[in-house]
Each structure stands twice: as C-alpha cells, then as structure tokens.
C-alpha cells in the first residue's frame, strides 16, 4: 500500500522576522534611580538602561527573560497585566542582573548546572532576595517567591538554600503523620 503524498502549497513563510523592540525606559520607569538596580550596573547604571531594549510578548505562558542571543529583555503582556506587583518588580531586577551577565560575557544557561545550582541563577535570585527583605519579606514570602512551575519542591528548597531563605519546615508526608498518630 502506498501513501499518495501532497506537495506542499506554494506559500511563503519567513524565517527572518525582524523583532521590534522598544526602549526599556520608555515602559520601566525610576529603574534607573533605584540603590538595587545602581548596585547591579554601577556607575553605568543610566547607560546600561538607556541602551537595554525590550520586547514584549502575548501568551498566558512564560514571565519575562533575558535573550541569549542578544541580551534584550523578553517579557510577556499577559504576565504584566495578571502577575503581583511586586513579583513583577522582583523579577525586572532579576533579569536586569542577567542583562549585566550576558554583557560581560557570561553564559546565561551555562551547561552542567541545574536551575537551582545555576551561578548565574543564584547571583540574580541573590538579588532580589536583598531587594525583597529591603521590601520587609521574610523567609516565608521570599520562599513563595522562589517557587516557579519549572522545578519542583526539592529544588525550590535547593534554590532557597543557595540564595540565603530559610525554606520552611518539610510537611511529613501523609503516611508519616498517620504513624505518628497511631
């Protein structure tokens, strides 16, 4: 039995979209005034921003990040629309140390590292967690923070730990407080 194959339409799809960016400050304003985001650029802090560009972008997945390829900030609508104010806050200042990294040269997903482990990771989760208890979090709330889809319970407490948040104590697992019980 043979399958009878179609040709392929004769349409044109791009493979080179030119992406638009906008500047960072035109949407992210006082960045450039805040001690945290000073501490993470220096004395270049007004040139780093004036320079960043972003790109912003329509799902109900994903936050925001810093582009490998370029070093623009990627973020999502949706997420600056539904997310707390200060995660978003906490988030910008995260990926702003990442655009710090990829302009001095640093891997940003460097290999042989887990997220959690991750040195770039855990410069940029230092960070905001600095930021955050200036903010008044304590360590359950920066913990709250740390937790994202993509990793599990272990390795939030992992990131925790590396980051200086205090994880809270481990729930015992229902069979546990059942023995415990009897």
């Known amino acids: 039995m043979t399958v009878a194959r179609a040709r392929l339409p004769d349409v044109e799809i791009p493979k080179d979209i030119r992406l638009r960016y906008d500047q960072f400050l035109d949407h992210f304003k006082g960045f450039e005034d805040l001690p945290a985001v000073r501490a993470i650029f220096g004395s ?27 070093g623009h900030l990627v973020v999502s609508t949706h997420y600056l629309r539904t997310g707390k104010r200060r995660d978003i806050y906490l988030d910008v200042v995260h990926e702003l140390v990442h655009v710090r990294q990829f302009r001095e040269g640093k891997e940003l997903f460097p290999e042989g590292f887990e997220y959690p482990s ?9 960070t905001c967690v600095a930021e955050g208890r200036r ?3 304590d360590d359950a709330e ?11 319970e272990k390795d939030v ?3 925790a730990r590396n980051v200086g ?11 546990a407080r059942k023995r415990a019980s009897s």
């Open 142 to 152: 920066l913990f709250e923070y740390l937790k994202v889809e993509w990793m599990d």
């Open 118 to 126: 991750a040195p770039t990771e855990i410069e940029a989760y230092r």
């Open 157 to 159: 407490r992992k990131l």
């Open 44 to 70: 270049k802090t007004k040139t780093a921003l004036q320079s960043l560009r972003v790109e912003f972008f329509s799902s109900k997945w994903g936050y925001m990040g810093v582009s490998d390829e370029d």
């Open 165 to 175: 948040v205090r994880p809270p104590p481990r729930r015992p697992h229902r069979s």
């Open 135 to 137: 903010l008044g979090m």
